[in-house]
Nanobody, 128 residues
Framework: LHVVESGGGLVQPGGSLRLSCAAS????????IGWFRQAPGKEREGVSC????????YYTDSVKGRFTISINNARNTVYLQMDSLTPEDTAKYYC??????????????????????WGQGTQVSVSS
């Protein structure tokens, strides 16, 4: 039972990437799923979160209007479409899933390593 991230890579400023978080061995029903990122020397921060129950979403201010989170329940996968990328978006991106937290709490409060599932992360590098 785990989640696996994919879709990271190297992209030029202004470019786009789509990250995927696929659940394996369980369904995402009744989960809150979040994308987090951690740059070297910085704390892990919430980027965007979504509820599989009602589809509610949250975005941190720095990505509003550029990133879009979505869920495909049939594929048991959560996506993060990232457009207009800047070098400041460079980080390792992680997916977390938990049944006990809300969208707001997951994305605003410091990430908890007690969430039900964490992935291993996928690197996103934005550079010319």
């Amino acid at each position: 039972l785990h989640v696996v991230e994919s879709g990271g890579g190297l992209v030029q400023p202004g470019g786009s990437l789509r990250l995927s978080c696929a659940a394996s061995g369980f369904t995402l029903d009744d989960f809150t799923i979040g994308w987090f990122r951690q740059a070297p020397g910085k704390e892990r921060e919430g980027v965007s979160c979504i509820s599989s129950s009602d589809g509610s979403t949250y975005y941190t201010d720095s990505v509003k209007g550029r990133f879009t989170i979505s869920i495909n329940n049939a594929r048991n996968t959560v996506y993060l479409q990232m457009d207009s990328l800047t070098p400041e978006d460079t980080a390792k991106y992680y997916c977390g899933a938990d049944r006990r937290t809300t969208v707001q709490a997951m994305c605003v409060e410091p990430p908890s390593f007690l969430y039900d599932y964490w992935g291993q992360g996928t690197q996103v590098s934005v550079s010319s």
